[in-house]
């Protein structure tokens, strides 16, 4: 019988696995951390070609005549569409120009902008919109659409 036989792990062979672990946590965070910014990213620009899409069908409804009602600057707006001061992570510029581009007709042009803080794929833990110091700042990300109107008679 041996009564000297070892029972377990040595503190330097704990350290040396937890050293070891560390180091492949090390090179697959990056990796993660892009992968995770690509999905999010991805996301917003689906939900902002949404918005662009939401507000030209609203504008569908509306009278020909009063298209020019529809134009708007710089809103804020949340995930879903609705106007969210100061808590607007896109921000939504629609332009109306009559008799363009031919005579009788109308372009509508819709621009939502992405709040440039989801490049990082934390930025649902660290959005600068939960500090109260700072706010979303916008870099040119964004999607855009066009739509031509124009006024018909039914006979």
């Given at each position: 019988m041996h009564?000297?036989?070892?029972?377990?792990m040595s503190?330097i062979?704990?350290?040396i696995a937890v050293?070891?672990?560390?180091?492949?946590?090390?090179?697959?965070?990056?990796?993660?951390d892009q992968?995770?910014g690509?999905?999010?990213m991805?996301?917003?620009?689906?939900?902002?070609a949404?918005?662009?899409?939401?507000r030209i069908e609203?504008a569908?409804?509306?009278?020909?005549?009063?298209?020019?009602?529809?134009?708007?600057?710089?809103?804020?707006i949340?995930d879903?569409?609705n106007?969210a001061?100061?808590d607007g992570?896109f921000?939504?510029?629609t332009?109306?120009q009559?008799?363009?581009p031919?005579?009788?007709m109308?372009?509508?042009?819709v621009?939502?902008?992405i709040?440039?803080?989801?490049?990082w794929g934390?930025r649902?833990?660290?959005h600068?919109l939960k500090?109260e110091t700072?706010?979303c700042?916008?870099?040119?990300i964004?999607?855009?659409?066009t739509?031509l109107?124009?006024?018909?008679?039914?006979?």
């Amino acid at each position: 019988m041996h009564w000297n036989t070892k029972h377990g792990m040595s503190i330097i062979e704990t350290m040396i696995a937890v050293s070891i672990l560390a180091m492949i946590m090390a090179a697959v965070f990056p990796l993660t951390d892009q992968t995770l910014g690509r999905i999010y990213m991805s996301r917003d620009h689906y939900v902002a070609a949404t918005i662009c899409q939401a507000r030209i069908e609203r504008a569908r409804r509306v009278p020909y005549q009063d298209l020019s009602m529809m134009a708007e600057k710089d809103s804020l707006i949340d995930d879903f569409g609705n106007l969210a001061v100061p808590d607007g992570r896109f921000r939504r510029t629609t332009t109306v120009q009559t008799d363009t581009p031919v005579e009788g007709m109308t372009q509508m042009t819709v621009i939502t902008d992405i709040c440039c803080c989801t490049k990082w794929g934390w930025r649902r833990f660290f959005h600068p919109l939960k500090t109260e110091t700072r706010t979303c700042a916008f870099t040119g990300i964004q999607e855009k659409m066009t739509f031509l109107f124009t006024e018909y008679e039914m006979r």
